[in-house]
Structures are given as C-alpha cells and as structure tokens.
C-alpha cells in the first residue's frame, strides 16, 4: 500500500484507506500526513467539530483517522473536494462501516478508497520473492527460481499472522492477541456497526465454524449446521445471515468471488465464493492451532486449506498493486486477471502470458509438502 499511496496522491485530492483493524493503515497514512486529526480522540474530535473548514487551511496531508466516529467528516471532506481541493489534500481511514441508519453522500467521483489487508507473505521479509505478478500479467517475466522455506517455515507465517503490530510481539503474547482480536470482534466491533449480538457463544461458535470451513465452498447450511451447540441449540438461519453481512462489512470475512472460464456472463454470478477469513492466524488460533499442531495428526486436515489462505492473502495483495482482478476456480485456487486484456484470452501454458491470466495452483492433497519448495506464495509479488 505504501508504492500505491505514494503513486496516488499526486493524483488524487482525497483517498480513503480501508479494511480490518490492525493491519497498520493509521500508521501508513500518519507516515504521509501532515496535519493529523484522531476521531476517536475526544480532544481531536472537538477540535474538528469547531470549526470543519479549518482543515482546508491546514498543512496538507490532513489525516481524518476512524472518520465513521464522526461521519459528517466524510462530507467535509467531499466538500472540499467538490470545491478544488488541490492532489493529495486528504486521507481518511477507517476499520470500520457506519453505524445502521447513518448516511452519508458515496464520495463516488470525489474520494479514492483503496483496500488494506494484513501483510501478504513477501511483505514480510521472510524470504525474497522470485516471480513478479504484475511482470507475469503483462507478459514480461517468466516463472523460475526457487526458494529455502520449508513447510514448517509457512507454517510459522500462518500462525503470526500479517497483523504488524501482533507479528512484532513474542510468540506467546501472539497467541494472546490473536485472542484479544477475536474477543474484540465479538464483544465491540459488531456493536460499534449497530448489531446486537444477545449470545456471545454463538457468534463464537458460528465464528469457530466458518474458520473451519476457510479455503473451501461449504455451504453456509453446513456451516450453520457445524455450529450447533452441544445441548442442540443452533443459531437462526437469519441470524447468521446478519453476522455474515456486518463481519464481511468490517473486513473480518474476506471471501474470494467465484470464477468460471465460461463465456456466458451470467456464469460467475453461478460460482459460490470461497471462505476466507482476513488472516489466517485467526483461523488456526480459533480453532486452536500452532504452527507445531498443524503438522501433527489433528492439524494435519487444515494446513493446506491455511496454506491456501496465506496465498490467497499473498496473491490478492500482489494482484492489488499490480491493478488485478482476482477470483477462484477449482482445480485452479487463485486466479489474477489482468483488468485491460487488449484481446480474448486463449488456452496457454499456466502462466497463459499472453492472455493476461496468471495462477496460482496447490496440489489437490490436504498437506502443503510438495508446494513449499517451489509454488509457495513466496514466489509472487507485485
């Protein structure tokens, strides 16, 4: 996000960074900003409510930090925007959606938004990418080289997470707050969107059982099915439904959309989305899982499907800054699509150079043994 913040605000008179809590976009933006105004700060706040206008006035950047505290801030903003806010004016971030029965005007038109996720694996500094992406979607790079990570060694980055501030700390304060996180999301962050979540446990549970279907198409009945207490007791169907919607709207759920290489246009709309939680540390520490377990017999099941998320994580990221589209199609995992094909695309080799298509393929097994030495998500970048 930092080449992409750097390439657009010269452009661009107001940007807006968005996406789960944690993954660092206060800090990205408080990089770039000059003037900078902390909404959830009362101070900062009262500060803003005053006098609103006063940010045109100001040293630019001006940094509005979790504007859906205030909402009215985002208006501010297309104001001045509609009124000749020079590039690289404004930047507003947030973790957030507003509140049920909160409105403001879209910003379409006015303000960029952009997306956030955790830190895909060649971020990391963990190892040194091989193949570009973006090279592989406009035909100028070829797919070689190889890399030292070993399973155990993706194993590790699935489990720390890409969460800046969770990675810095110590293996065992990892796992705490990790823990933390998912409490926060329960008991905070649905309500802080307006909804009332009356038990607890059952969101957890539901939670829990989405995480277990991470990588795959189950059905959301399946899933609801999964999270059936002991007692018999199960969530209702339209409840559910209503988690599904809030947590996807504060980038906790983080689904691939469903490809299909058919030429009819109706046939994605046909193809379920794939489940995939905004990191996949949160998956394995949900349903309780180190990077050791994941390689022992009761683990064993779930470290390709985390695998699988750790390079869908990797891959979206890259496919981002390289200007991609992405979705998934089995046998095929990932697929980047490049958004300017100059032609209909043909059948080719697996990078299909030619067709602007690049992806990344898993062996259909549940362990990740034969793709860690070559295939891994370490081999793709921007």
Do not use: N
């Not at 399946?222 to 709207?249: F, N, V």
């Not at 046998?331 to 980047?336: E, K, L, N, T, Y």
């Not at 043994?369 to 070559?374: P, Y």
């Amino acid at each position: 996000m930092d080449d992409e913040l750097d390439r657009l605000l010269p452009l661009s008179p107001a940007i807006a960074l968005e996406g789960a809590k944690g993954v660092g976009k206060t800090d990205t933006a408080r990089r770039r900003a000059r003037t900078t105004y902390l909404l959830d700060d009362p101070d900062d706040l009262a500060a803003f409510q005053a006098d609103p206008r006063a940010i045109r006035d100001t040293a630019t950047p001006v940094l509005l930090d979790e504007w859906q505290r205030h909402p009215a801030s985002w208006d501010v903003v297309r104001r001045w925007v509609d009124a000749g806010a020079e590039p690289g004016s404004a930047l507003l971030t947030g973790g957030a959606g507003l509140r049920s029965g909160v409105d403001t005007h879209s910003g379409a038109g006015r303000i960029l938004t952009r997306r956030m996720r955790p830190m895909a694996l060649f971020e990391r500094g963990a190892t040194r990418w091989s193949v570009s992406l973006s090279g592989l979607l406009t035909g100028s790079s070829d797919v070689s080289g190889s890399t030292t990570f070993r399973a155990g060694d993706y194993l590790a980055q699935i489990t720390e997470s890409g969460f800046p501030g969770i990675r810095a700390a110590a293996p065992d304060v990892q796992r705490d707050l990790l823990d933390a996180y998912v409490a926060a999301i329960i008991d905070r962050d649905l309500a802080e969107s307006g909804v009332q979540v009356r038990r607890k446990e059952t969101l957890r549970r539901w939670l829990t059982a989405y995480a277990a279907a991470s990588s795959s198409t189950t059905a959301y009945s399946k899933i609801l099915d999964a999270s059936t207490a002991g007692d018999g007791s199960q969530p209702a169907k339209t409840t559910t439904i209503t988690y599904r919607d809030h947590l996807t709207g504060i980038f906790v759920l983080d689904p691939v959309p469903g490809w299909s290489p058919s030429a009819d246009p109706f046939a994605p709309l046909q193809v379920g989305p794939k489940h995939q939680l905004v990191d996949p540390a949160l998956a394995a520490r949900m349903l309780g899982h180190t990077a050791a377990s994941l390689q022992g017999t009761r683990g064993r099941a779930l470290t390709g499907p985390l695998f699988e998320s750790l390079a869908t994580l990797s891959v979206r990221v890259a496919a981002e800054r390289a200007r991609a589209a992405w979705d998934t199609f089995a046998p095929v995992r990932v697929i980047a699509r490049s958004t300017s094909w100059s032609r209909a695309p043909r059948a080719r080799s697996w990078e299909s150079r030619s067709s602007g298509l690049a992806r990344w393929v898993m062996p259909m097994s549940s362990t990740c043994t034969g793709c860690a030495t070559r295939w891994g998500p370490t081999a793709w970048t921007r």
